[in-house]
C-alpha cells in the first residue's frame, strides 16, 4: 500500500466512514471502486488511482445519512448522484486532499473529471469554490463571509466530514 493509499484510508476509518475490502467486477464506474450501503468497495487490485477514493468518499459524505444506507440499494433515488452532489462530492474531496496535505493532482488526475481536473485545480487554487454554498447547506463547511460572522475557520476547512 502507498503512502497516499495508507493516508486516505487511515483519513476515512477517522472519520468513520467504512471501507470493505472486495472483488468487484470489471464493470463499476471507476475501477476497483463501488459504493454501497453506508460504505465504500475497495478492489485493490484494479484500483487505478488511489484519489478516486477521496471522490468516491465524498459521495458517500455529501448525501444524508439515511440516504447513504441505501446507496446500492433498489431503493435509492434512480436520479442520485444529482449534479449538485457530483460538485459537492469534488469540492469535499479537494478540502480532503487539502486536509491530508496531498497533491490534488492526486485526486485530480489527468484521467478523470471528463478532461477538467487542470481547470478544477486552477479554480480551487484561486479559491474559486464551485459547489461551496452546497456544502454550507448541508453543514459541512462555511464561506469565509460565513466563518468570519461565526468566528469559525472557513472552507477548505471543514465544520464536519458526514453530512447528518
Known amino acids: ?20 475490502e ?3 467486477n470489471d464493470d463499476t464506474f471507476l ?4 459504493l454501497g450501503p453506508d460504505c465504500l468497495y475497495i478492489d485493490y487490485s484494479k484500483l487505478q488511482y488511489p484519489g478516486d477514493i477521496l471522490h468516491e468518499a465524498g459521495h458517500l459524505a455529501v448525501t444524508s445519512a439515511s440516504e447513504r444506507k441505501l446507496i446500492g440499494t433498489d431503493a435509492m433515488a434512480k436520479e442520485w448522484p444529482s449534479q ?5 462530492a469534488m469540492l469535499w474531496s479537494y478540502a480532503a486532499a487539502n486536509h491530508l496535505e496531498l497533491p490534488l493532482e492526486v485526486v485530480f488526475h489527468k484521467n478523470g473529471y471528463k478532461g477538467n ?4 485545480i486552477e479554480n480551487y487554487s484561486q479559491k474559486n469554490f464551485i459547489g461551496l454554498p452546497f456544502l454550507e447547506w ?11 460572522k461565526n468566528n469559525r475557520k472557513a472552507f477548505p476547512v471543514m465544520q464536519k466530514w458526514l453530512r447528518d
Open 84 to 88: 449538485g452532489d457530483e460538485i459537492g
Open 31 to 34: 475501477p476497483g471502486l463501488e
Open 117 to 120: 481536473s487542470d481547470w478544477l
Open 1 to 20: 500500500m502507498t503512502a497516499e493509499l495508507h493516508k486516505i484510508i487511515a483519513f476515512l476509518e477517522e472519520i468513520e466512514l467504512k471501507t470493505i
Open 138 to 148: 448541508a453543514g459541512l463547511a462555511l464561506s469565509a463571509e460565513r466563518a468570519e
Open 22 to 24: 472486495k472483488e468487484l
